[in-house]
């Protein structure tokens, strides 16, 4: 048997892989890259604690499927966003970006 | 060690790598591929936690949906790409310090928890977990109305995302 | 028509508010599509309460009619309206002037849109007054009818309007506070603000209770009088009167007629609904003041109208000495509660609320209509008018005989009633009011002698100053006025036999 | 039709033809005219109908025509409101209906029906004479219509005071018929001094009648009820009368007397409330006649007459009442010496005849004043109706010579006119007779001997003593006015001129006439000598006084009282023959005595004492003073002292403390940081992503620190 401990360290080193992502990469797709794998790692959470909590309460699983929602919702916003910005802008570099600078 | 956490450690080990590489390629489109291969490793994940349910939906939804948008979005800004160059931008170094405290924290939190080495409880027989899910889902007692709100999102991502991608010339 | 019987008062209350709702989407230019809208939407009303009134049983006690919603829950609040023979009466003076009054006003051409729409609001907001069995609601309404009439007299009064509407907005103000006071701390004891409940938790509170660190008897005497300020100032009492020469004089007509009408009922009706059962007690102990200072009104009222050379402030001035009778009838009341003299009085007091709500109407409007014409209220510019404008003379002497008390007439019913009861508990005051009775006589002798008799007025005969008779609409407001201060007069028993029920169960 | 459902109808076809007049038929005189006579007529017939089923009554006093109808709620009982015919009721509807329907016919006449509209007549002024072939004739009165309107509404209160059977609907055609006076009277409102007049005739009357409403209050609050039939029960007359009322040592029975009295003060134009009625004779002559015989000032006498019974339970109203009535009668007959306006005369000679009546009543002569009332309301309207017919022929002279400045009204530019106007000359002379007393063939003797007669035989020696020389003073003024304007020969080129009236004034005249000299025989006392055993008995006295729940009885017979009004009436006819037969001019009457002719200065002292200080202290002390300067002061200083207080709050808290330290120095903070902190507004998001953490590794160390470690 696998302890929860061991799901909760890979999604815990998931996640920081996937902020590390988005904290420093450049172009803005891979940005949402990173925060996609820290959605990920969330879900493996929630479904982890569905497990090893009381299986007749969906709680966790109907979570995890909004996350997916709030994911799908998120991405298909950030590219059209990312899109939109290339047109103007004609960059994807999010550091090229500061126009809400003082 | 038995065989279901050798197999956790091996899914783990490939899913935590390909996570690496997602946020180190050069180049986006090898990047967008580790994604798909990261997701393929947590619906792998989901399985070994009985979630089939959930590990299907992983890989239809991320994998055959979100992935592809990627892919889609990558090849639209295709003559942008900034191949060449620096991939990590100035700050990558705090970045990478914000990672590794997090990480940090987290596992110490989680070293200090009580619930750490709980295993978990056999699966009663009978059990169908996805009626039970889709029960719940629609069921006015339970999650009907953040299932509803949820799909008022979507739309609204929808609207929002044709609205800022539309080519307005 | 179940529903039209189960929320006939929200009907009557909320319909005026309604139209004025539509007008707002009418368009702005289309004057004469909002006279005809008001008028016709302030019919409404006036006919569900003449099957109101059919359908109210006067022999039953209580409110009839009752709607409870709640409202305010958290502070014991409903929203509670019904009727009994007191305030149906007066429901009726309002729903019955308003077209009126409305009729009156189609000769204003400025912003119609808004003066039409706040004359449904203020109609609204009267009916409230007369309706709530709810502390709260009651001066919500109380405070609702006092803003449109503000915008009423600043907006299209006459020249002095702005000193006159924030004096009258003031001085109102002024005597809400203590009431809104009041009314917390009866809420904030009882827990309810319901009408009926407080009647009968307020009066069985033992003496010897120690409430908000005071011996009961000084916590009822500090909120008797708060209420009896509030309500004097609306009545208006002397010394509180001053503010109503000026808002009278400088309303427009119809603003003039609803504030004489019904708006001062407002007041009189305070007294009646809550001080008198409220404070049985402290009524009976300072019924010689409340009764000095109707007596003053009365007094001063007639003296200061007969001193008048401005023909609409002689007449707002007669409101002061006739209200007084109103407060005199109460006060006697108070002091005689339980007895026949009381009920005398009381029933009194209403018909004369009501009376005054007919004639000081038409007199304003009256005044109104020869404003109109001249752009004059100066008496000394009048005189000899009569040969020029025979129908309006006659409809003047009519009404002005009505104001006088003439019998045969209106007035004097209630006079006579209220002299009548208030003759045995309060004899001195009711023989010291006959001095203002007979100073009635003089100021309105004054106003016809200087309006319509003397040499023939050349000024206004001739040329572009020449006089025009009153026309046809202007008689149509007058005709429903006079045709029911005629029957009040020669048969008041319809109108009194439902407020005397009403009176003999509560006083 | 029961006689009680009869009575209910009389009032009625005045008030029908008064609301008709106005309404529909006010633009035709003739229409208007025939309206308003039809419904005199009506309740003429109706009166006469109801007179004549009274007379047919067995012990009609104990069994009148009554029947009454709830009319106002009053708690849980009704105040009820009726009709009432007993004797009394009966004999005062029955001149009542002649005269008024007498002074409606010679309205016709008086108004100059059938003459063409005047030249430069408008609505407000008499008429001024129309010229027709050149020469100027009398022009009809623009408001004919509206006068008859008036006048049916002001016989409508008369009725409905007469048959009401309670003191609130007696108060109602009271009041009713104090607006028509003042209507009437002010009818030339063109007239500056006809508006006066009407004014005062109603403000005088009114201070009465305030009192009067007063005494009803008061009655209606001890005994429950106002209908005179239970009122005037042994019960509650005993209760009122042992009920103290706290004020002058009256009793309740006393105190309502006196102020329903002084209600009949004002109206019948008693000391001190008289001031009103010489002044009423700007009105119309009809209204005259209307006002001062036979409906006005007679309601005030037959409300006290009405209310007898309850006067009569205290001895001190009842002084008060006899003490008014005498001066009264002795007061206006001087006053009415000295006056030389036809119609002055006659104004005055009222007021001394109603004290008459007063008197009689003060000293419990309750038949003879209801008999006085009813004979002088005959002679009276007829000496009334006959001065307007003689300023109508002088007004004829007037035209005829065109200078307008003779005064058709004034005695002394009149003379001989017996010739010109003689059914006018005749039928004044038995009026004038009648007035005066003139023994056994006028009505006037009798009534008036029935009142000496009670005084002298009720021990009033006081009364009686004021009452004969007021009557010597009648007797002399009426012939003085019946010399200077009839006999001798004409003083002016206009009396010269003068001329008959038309049929339609003359005839009110003869059938007045009639009444004056017949009425006076019904009530000839039982033991006049000779004519007593003659007629067998007192009709008037017996049927009248059956009114009461006691027979009042008849005093002794005594010579005394008869010899003083032979001499008085004969005396003082001769005397007035012998001043003035041959005066020719005002210089040669002796009797101009300004004090008299000033009437006591009794306006000129009302006018400084009361009016004057009324409106002043109107004006200035209740309005200027108390209302703009006090409590408007008051009220006004509450504007300036907010003022002060807000700017003081201004000036030393808001500006240097809010504004300045807390409101720009919170700014100057805020702005120190937001420049300080602002290069940390680099608008990159990752580096806003990695400061946000940074402050949540902060203060979540920090938090865990303080929580689980410290």
């Given at each position: 048997m696998i302890p929860l401990s061991w799901y909760l360290t890979f999604a815990a080193a998931l996640f920081s892989i996937g902020l590390f992502g988005a904290l420093s990469r450049r172009n803005m797709v891979a940005i949402l890259l990173g925060v996609e794998l820290m959605l990920n790692a969330v879900n493996v959470n929630l479904v982890a604690f569905w497990r090893y909590g009381d299986v007749a309460q969906m709680a966790g699983q109907v979570f995890a499927i909004i996350v997916f929602a709030v994911a799908a919702a998120e991405v298909a916003v950030g590219l059209a966003l990312v899109i939109s910005v290339y047109r103007r802008h004609n960059t994807v570099i999010a550091e090229e970006l500061d126009l809400m600078k003082w | 060690m038995t065989t279901e956490q050798i197999i956790f450690l091996i899914v783990a080990g490939a899913t935590l790598a390909s996570g690496l590489l997602v946020v180190t390629s050069r180049n986006l489109i090898h990047a967008a591929l580790w994604l798909v291969a990261t997701l393929f490793g947590v619906a792998i994940v989901y399985t070994l936690l009985n979630a089939g349910f959930m590990a299907v939906v992983q890989v239809v939804v991320y994998i055959g949906a979100i992935a592809i948008l990627f892919i889609f979005a990558v090849m639209l800004t295709r003559k942008d790409m900034r191949d060449s160059g620096a991939q990590l931008n100035s700050n990558w170094w705090a970045g990478a310090l914000m990672a590794v405290l997090t990480f940090g924290g987290l596992f110490a939190m989680l070293r200090t928890w009580g619930g750490m080495s709980k295993t978990a409880a056999e699966i009663p027989a009978g059990f169908d977990q996805i009626a039970e899910l889709g029960a719940q889902l629609t069921s006015p007692e339970a999650y009907v109305l953040p299932f509803e709100v949820a799909s008022v999102l979507l739309l609204a991502a929808m609207v929002g995302a044709v609205y800022l991608a539309f080519n307005k010339k | 028509m179940d529903f039209l019987n189960t929320h006939l008062l929200s009907l009557i209350l909320f319909l005026p508010t309604f139209a004025a709702v539509v007008i707002l989407f009418l368009p702005s230019e289309e004057s004469k599509l909002h006279r005809w809208f008001a008028f016709g939407a302030s019919l409404i009303p006036f006919g569900l309460t003449l099957y109101l009134w059919n359908a109210f049983d006067p022999n039953r006690t209580g409110f009839q009619f009752q709607e409870q919603y709640a409202w305010y829950e958290a502070i014991g609040s409903n929203f509670h309206i019904g009727v009994d023979g007191i305030s149906i009466s007066m429901v009726l003076l309002t729903t019955f002037l308003t077209p009126l009054a409305i009729l009156a006003s189609f000769s204003v051409s400025d912003k119609t849109k808004a003066y039409f729409m706040l004359f449904l609001f203020l109609e609204t907001g009267m009916l409230g007054v007369f309706m709530a069995l709810d502390l709260l609601i009651f001066f919500v309404f109380w405070e609702i009818g006092l803003v449109p009439m503000y915008f009423l007299i600043n907006q299209w009064g006459s020249a002095n309007r702005n000193y006159a509407s924030l004096k009258f907005m003031i001085y109102t103000m002024g005597g809400s506070l203590g009431l809104l006071l009041a009314i917390q701390m009866l809420g904030v004891l009882f827990g309810t603000y319901d009408l009926v409940t407080l009647y009968q938790n307020w009066n069985s509170l033992d003496s010897g209770t120690v409430l908000l660190g005071m011996p009961v008897h000084t916590v009822k005497t500090i909120a008797f009088w708060a209420f009896v300020i509030a309500f004097a100032i609306k009545v208006p009492l002397w010394p509180f009167h001053t503010w109503l020469p000026d808002a009278h004089t400088e309303a427009p007509t119809a603003g003039s007629m609803i504030l004489a009408g019904v708006l001062l009922k407002l007041g009189a009706y305070g007294f009646i609904r809550l001080v008198l059962p409220f404070y049985p007690n402290e009524a009976r102990m300072f019924s010689g003041a409340l009764a000095f200072l109707a007596v003053a009104a009365i007094v001063f009222g007639a003296f200061a109208s007969y001193a008048q050379t401005d023909f609409k402030r002689l007449v707002a001035y007669s409101s002061v000495n006739h209200m007084g009778f109103v407060v005199l009838g109460i006060a006697a009341a108070g002091l005689a509660a339980g007895t026949k003299d009381a009920h005398i009085a009381m029933s009194g007091a209403v018909l004369q609320m009501f009376n005054h709500g007919l004639s000081a109407a038409g007199m304003f409007f009256l005044v109104g209509v020869i404003y109109e014409r001249t752009h004059t209220r100066d008496l000394n510019q009048f005189g000899g008018l009569f040969p020029l404008v025979p129908v309006y003379g006659g409809i003047l002497i009519f009404t002005s005989m009505a104001s006088l008390g003439l019998p045969g007439l209106n007035g004097f019913v209630s006079e006579f009633m209220v002299v009548r009861g208030a003759y045995p508990v309060l004899t001195v005051y009711t023989a010291v009011a006959m001095l203002g009775l007979l100073f009635t006589g003089a100021y309105i002798l004054k106003g016809i002698k200087s309006v319509l008799h003397g040499p023939m007025n050349e000024h206004w005969a001739?040329?572009?100053?020449k006089l025009t008779e009153i026309n046809t609409r202007e008689i149509l407001v007058m005709l429903p006025l006079m045709v029911l201060i005629l029957i009040l007069g020669i048969w008041p028993a319809w109108l009194v036999s439902v407020i005397n029920q009403t009176v003999v169960a509560l006083f | 039709m029961t006689t009680e459902n009869l009575i209910w109808l009389i009032p009625l076809p005045p008030l029908i033809s008064f609301a008709l007049i106005v309404l529909f038929t006010n633009k035709n005189k003739a229409l208007s005219h025939t309206v308003a006579i039809s419904a005199a007529f009506l309740s003429w017939l109706g009166a006469m109908i109801v007179f004549v089923r009274a007379l047919g009554v067995e012990h009609f006093g104990e069994h009148p025509f009554a029947s009454s109808i709830n009319w106002l709620p009053t708690g849980d009982t009704w105040l009820k409101v009726g009709v009432l015919i007993d004797p009394l009721g009966a004999a005062v509807l029955f001149f009542v209906a002649w005269t008024i329907l007498m002074i409606f016919l010679y309205s016709v006449g008086y108004h100059n029906f059938g003459q063409p509209a005047g030249d430069h007549d408008h609505a407000g002024l008499p008429p001024h004479g129309a010229t027709v072939h050149g020469h100027t004739v009398l022009s009809v009165e623009p408001m004919y219509s509206r006068f008859f309107a008036f006048i049916s509404l002001f016989a409508f209160g008369m009725f409905t005071l007469v048959v009401s059977d309670s003191l609130l609907t007696l108060f109602v055609g009271w009041e009713i018929m104090g607006l028509c006076s003042y209507l009437l009277i002010g009818f030339w409102y063109a007239k500056p001094s006809a508006r006066a007049a009407g004014i005062k005739a109603f403000m005088t009357t009114r201070i009465g009648d305030v009192f009067m409403l007063l005494g009803i209050a008061f009655l209606y609050s001890v005994t429950g009820t106002l209908s005179f039939r239970e009122i005037f029960t042994e019960e509650i007359l005993h209760t009122l009368a042992s009920v103290p009322s706290g004020v002058f040592g009256l009793s309740a029975a006393g105190l309502i007397g006196l102020l329903l009295f002084i209600g009949t003060v004002g109206k019948s134009a008693q000391f001190p409330l008289h001031v009103w009625l010489p002044d009423a004779m700007e009105g119309p002559t009809p209204v005259s006649a209307m006002i001062h015989a036979a409906t006005m000032v007679s309601a005030g006498v037959y409300a006290v007459i009405r209310m007898f019974p309850l006067l009569s339970m205290d001895e001190k109203t009842m002084t008060v009442v006899a003490f008014i009535g005498a001066f009264t009668a002795i007061f206006a007959a001087t006053i009415a010496v000295a006056q030389n306006d036809i119609k002055r005369v006659l104004a005055y000679s009222t007021i001394s005849q109603l004290g008459f009546m007063i008197a009689a009543l003060g000293i419990g002569a309750y038949v003879a004043a209801a008999f006085h009332l009813i004979t002088h309301a005959f002679f009276k309207a007829l000496l009334f109706l006959g001065s307007g017919s003689v300023i109508h022929g002088m007004e004829h002279g007037v035209f005829h010579t065109g200078n307008h400045k003779v005064d058709p009204q004034d005695m002394f530019n009149m003379g001989g006119l017996k010739d010109k106007m003689p059914i006018t000359f005749w039928t004044f002379l038995i009026g004038g007779f009648a007035l005066s007393g003139f023994p056994l063939v006028t009505a006037g003797f009798w009534s008036k001997d029935e009142i000496l007669a009670d005084a002298w035989g009720h021990h009033h020696y006081i009364v009686f003593a004021t009452l004969a020389i007021a009557a010597f003073f009648t007797a002399f003024y009426t012939m003085r006015q019946i010399t200077l304007t009839f006999l001798g020969s004409p003083r002016t080129e206009e009396a010269k001129h003068a001329h008959e009236t038309p049929w339609t004034m003359t005839t009110p005249l003869v059938v007045l006439a009639f009444f004056a000299v017949t009425y006076g025989w019904v009530g000839i006392p039982e033991h006049f000598p000779v004519l007593g055993p003659l007629v067998n008995n007192n009709w008037f006295h017996d049927f009248v006084g059956h009114t009461l729940e006691h027979v009042p009885e008849a005093p002794e017979f005594s010579w005394i009282p008869l010899l003083t009004s032979l001499v008085v009436a004969l005396g003082g006819l001769g005397l007035g023959w012998f001043v003035y037969k041959d005066v020719k001019s005002v210089e040669q009457d002796k009797f101009q005595i300004s004090f008299l002719k000033n009437k006591y200065y009794f306006d000129e002292l009302y006018e400084v004492v009361f009016i004057n200080p009324a409106y002043w202290v109107a004006e200035n002390v209740i309005y200027k003073f108390m209302d703009q300067g006090v409590i408007d002061g008051v009220l006004h200083i509450f504007g300036p002292v907010t003022d002060k207080i807000g700017s003081a709050i201004r000036n030393y808290f808001d500006v240097p403390v809010v504004n300045q330290f807390i409101g720009d120095g919170s700014a100057e903070v805020a702005w120190w940081f937001g420049k300080n902190l602002r290069p940390i507004q680099t608008g990159r998001i990752q580096q806003y992503f990695i400061l946000s953490l940074v402050v949540i590794f902060v203060v979540g160390g920090l938090l865990y620190y303080i929580l689980t470690l410290a």
């Amino acid at each position: 048997m696998i302890p929860l401990s061991w799901y909760l360290t890979f999604a815990a080193a998931l996640f920081s892989i996937g902020l590390f992502g988005a904290l420093s990469r450049r172009n803005m797709v891979a940005i949402l890259l990173g925060v996609e794998l820290m959605l990920n790692a969330v879900n493996v959470n929630l479904v982890a604690f569905w497990r090893y909590g009381d299986v007749a309460q969906m709680a966790g699983q109907v979570f995890a499927i909004i996350v997916f929602a709030v994911a799908a919702a998120e991405v298909a916003v950030g590219l059209a966003l990312v899109i939109s910005v290339y047109r103007r802008h004609n960059t994807v570099i999010a550091e090229e970006l500061d126009l809400m600078k003082w | 060690m038995t065989t279901e956490q050798i197999i956790f450690l091996i899914v783990a080990g490939a899913t935590l790598a390909s996570g690496l590489l997602v946020v180190t390629s050069r180049n986006l489109i090898h990047a967008a591929l580790w994604l798909v291969a990261t997701l393929f490793g947590v619906a792998i994940v989901y399985t070994l936690l009985n979630a089939g349910f959930m590990a299907v939906v992983q890989v239809v939804v991320y994998i055959g949906a979100i992935a592809i948008l990627f892919i889609f979005a990558v090849m639209l800004t295709r003559k942008d790409m900034r191949d060449s160059g620096a991939q990590l931008n100035s700050n990558w170094w705090a970045g990478a310090l914000m990672a590794v405290l997090t990480f940090g924290g987290l596992f110490a939190m989680l070293r200090t928890w009580g619930g750490m080495s709980k295993t978990a409880a056999e699966i009663p027989a009978g059990f169908d977990q996805i009626a039970e899910l889709g029960a719940q889902l629609t069921s006015p007692e339970a999650y009907v109305l953040p299932f509803e709100v949820a799909s008022v999102l979507l739309l609204a991502a929808m609207v929002g995302a044709v609205y800022l991608a539309f080519n307005k010339k | 028509m179940d529903f039209l019987n189960t929320h006939l008062l929200s009907l009557i209350l909320f319909l005026p508010t309604f139209a004025a709702v539509v007008i707002l989407f009418l368009p702005s230019e289309e004057s004469k599509l909002h006279r005809w809208f008001a008028f016709g939407a302030s019919l409404i009303p006036f006919g569900l309460t003449l099957y109101l009134w059919n359908a109210f049983d006067p022999n039953r006690t209580g409110f009839q009619f009752q709607e409870q919603y709640a409202w305010y829950e958290a502070i014991g609040s409903n929203f509670h309206i019904g009727v009994d023979g007191i305030s149906i009466s007066m429901v009726l003076l309002t729903t019955f002037l308003t077209p009126l009054a409305i009729l009156a006003s189609f000769s204003v051409s400025d912003k119609t849109k808004a003066y039409f729409m706040l004359f449904l609001f203020l109609e609204t907001g009267m009916l409230g007054v007369f309706m709530a069995l709810d502390l709260l609601i009651f001066f919500v309404f109380w405070e609702i009818g006092l803003v449109p009439m503000y915008f009423l007299i600043n907006q299209w009064g006459s020249a002095n309007r702005n000193y006159a509407s924030l004096k009258f907005m003031i001085y109102t103000m002024g005597g809400s506070l203590g009431l809104l006071l009041a009314i917390q701390m009866l809420g904030v004891l009882f827990g309810t603000y319901d009408l009926v409940t407080l009647y009968q938790n307020w009066n069985s509170l033992d003496s010897g209770t120690v409430l908000l660190g005071m011996p009961v008897h000084t916590v009822k005497t500090i909120a008797f009088w708060a209420f009896v300020i509030a309500f004097a100032i609306k009545v208006p009492l002397w010394p509180f009167h001053t503010w109503l020469p000026d808002a009278h004089t400088e309303a427009p007509t119809a603003g003039s007629m609803i504030l004489a009408g019904v708006l001062l009922k407002l007041g009189a009706y305070g007294f009646i609904r809550l001080v008198l059962p409220f404070y049985p007690n402290e009524a009976r102990m300072f019924s010689g003041a409340l009764a000095f200072l109707a007596v003053a009104a009365i007094v001063f009222g007639a003296f200061a109208s007969y001193a008048q050379t401005d023909f609409k402030r002689l007449v707002a001035y007669s409101s002061v000495n006739h209200m007084g009778f109103v407060v005199l009838g109460i006060a006697a009341a108070g002091l005689a509660a339980g007895t026949k003299d009381a009920h005398i009085a009381m029933s009194g007091a209403v018909l004369q609320m009501f009376n005054h709500g007919l004639s000081a109407a038409g007199m304003f409007f009256l005044v109104g209509v020869i404003y109109e014409r001249t752009h004059t209220r100066d008496l000394n510019q009048f005189g000899g008018l009569f040969p020029l404008v025979p129908v309006y003379g006659g409809i003047l002497i009519f009404t002005s005989m009505a104001s006088l008390g003439l019998p045969g007439l209106n007035g004097f019913v209630s006079e006579f009633m209220v002299v009548r009861g208030a003759y045995p508990v309060l004899t001195v005051y009711t023989a010291v009011a006959m001095l203002g009775l007979l100073f009635t006589g003089a100021y309105i002798l004054k106003g016809i002698k200087s309006v319509l008799h003397g040499p023939m007025n050349e000024h206004w005969a001739h040329g572009e100053h020449k006089l025009t008779e009153i026309n046809t609409r202007e008689i149509l407001v007058m005709l429903p006025l006079m045709v029911l201060i005629l029957i009040l007069g020669i048969w008041p028993a319809w109108l009194v036999s439902v407020i005397n029920q009403t009176v003999v169960a509560l006083f | 039709m029961t006689t009680e459902n009869l009575i209910w109808l009389i009032p009625l076809p005045p008030l029908i033809s008064f609301a008709l007049i106005v309404l529909f038929t006010n633009k035709n005189k003739a229409l208007s005219h025939t309206v308003a006579i039809s419904a005199a007529f009506l309740s003429w017939l109706g009166a006469m109908i109801v007179f004549v089923r009274a007379l047919g009554v067995e012990h009609f006093g104990e069994h009148p025509f009554a029947s009454s109808i709830n009319w106002l709620p009053t708690g849980d009982t009704w105040l009820k409101v009726g009709v009432l015919i007993d004797p009394l009721g009966a004999a005062v509807l029955f001149f009542v209906a002649w005269t008024i329907l007498m002074i409606f016919l010679y309205s016709v006449g008086y108004h100059n029906f059938g003459q063409p509209a005047g030249d430069h007549d408008h609505a407000g002024l008499p008429p001024h004479g129309a010229t027709v072939h050149g020469h100027t004739v009398l022009s009809v009165e623009p408001m004919y219509s509206r006068f008859f309107a008036f006048i049916s509404l002001f016989a409508f209160g008369m009725f409905t005071l007469v048959v009401s059977d309670s003191l609130l609907t007696l108060f109602v055609g009271w009041e009713i018929m104090g607006l028509c006076s003042y209507l009437l009277i002010g009818f030339w409102y063109a007239k500056p001094s006809a508006r006066a007049a009407g004014i005062k005739a109603f403000m005088t009357t009114r201070i009465g009648d305030v009192f009067m409403l007063l005494g009803i209050a008061f009655l209606y609050s001890v005994t429950g009820t106002l209908s005179f039939r239970e009122i005037f029960t042994e019960e509650i007359l005993h209760t009122l009368a042992s009920v103290p009322s706290g004020v002058f040592g009256l009793s309740a029975a006393g105190l309502i007397g006196l102020l329903l009295f002084i209600g009949t003060v004002g109206k019948s134009a008693q000391f001190p409330l008289h001031v009103w009625l010489p002044d009423a004779m700007e009105g119309p002559t009809p209204v005259s006649a209307m006002i001062h015989a036979a409906t006005m000032v007679s309601a005030g006498v037959y409300a006290v007459i009405r209310m007898f019974p309850l006067l009569s339970m205290d001895e001190k109203t009842m002084t008060v009442v006899a003490f008014i009535g005498a001066f009264t009668a002795i007061f206006a007959a001087t006053i009415a010496v000295a006056q030389n306006d036809i119609k002055r005369v006659l104004a005055y000679s009222t007021i001394s005849q109603l004290g008459f009546m007063i008197a009689a009543l003060g000293i419990g002569a309750y038949v003879a004043a209801a008999f006085h009332l009813i004979t002088h309301a005959f002679f009276k309207a007829l000496l009334f109706l006959g001065s307007g017919s003689v300023i109508h022929g002088m007004e004829h002279g007037v035209f005829h010579t065109g200078n307008h400045k003779v005064d058709p009204q004034d005695m002394f530019n009149m003379g001989g006119l017996k010739d010109k106007m003689p059914i006018t000359f005749w039928t004044f002379l038995i009026g004038g007779f009648a007035l005066s007393g003139f023994p056994l063939v006028t009505a006037g003797f009798w009534s008036k001997d029935e009142i000496l007669a009670d005084a002298w035989g009720h021990h009033h020696y006081i009364v009686f003593a004021t009452l004969a020389i007021a009557a010597f003073f009648t007797a002399f003024y009426t012939m003085r006015q019946i010399t200077l304007t009839f006999l001798g020969s004409p003083r002016t080129e206009e009396a010269k001129h003068a001329h008959e009236t038309p049929w339609t004034m003359t005839t009110p005249l003869v059938v007045l006439a009639f009444f004056a000299v017949t009425y006076g025989w019904v009530g000839i006392p039982e033991h006049f000598p000779v004519l007593g055993p003659l007629v067998n008995n007192n009709w008037f006295h017996d049927f009248v006084g059956h009114t009461l729940e006691h027979v009042p009885e008849a005093p002794e017979f005594s010579w005394i009282p008869l010899l003083t009004s032979l001499v008085v009436a004969l005396g003082g006819l001769g005397l007035g023959w012998f001043v003035y037969k041959d005066v020719k001019s005002v210089e040669q009457d002796k009797f101009q005595i300004s004090f008299l002719k000033n009437k006591y200065y009794f306006d000129e002292l009302y006018e400084v004492v009361f009016i004057n200080p009324a409106y002043w202290v109107a004006e200035n002390v209740i309005y200027k003073f108390m209302d703009q300067g006090v409590i408007d002061g008051v009220l006004h200083i509450f504007g300036p002292v907010t003022d002060k207080i807000g700017s003081a709050i201004r000036n030393y808290f808001d500006v240097p403390v809010v504004n300045q330290f807390i409101g720009d120095g919170s700014a100057e903070v805020a702005w120190w940081f937001g420049k300080n902190l602002r290069p940390i507004q680099t608008g990159r998001i990752q580096q806003y992503f990695i400061l946000s953490l940074v402050v949540i590794f902060v203060v979540g160390g920090l938090l865990y620190y303080i929580l689980t470690l410290a």
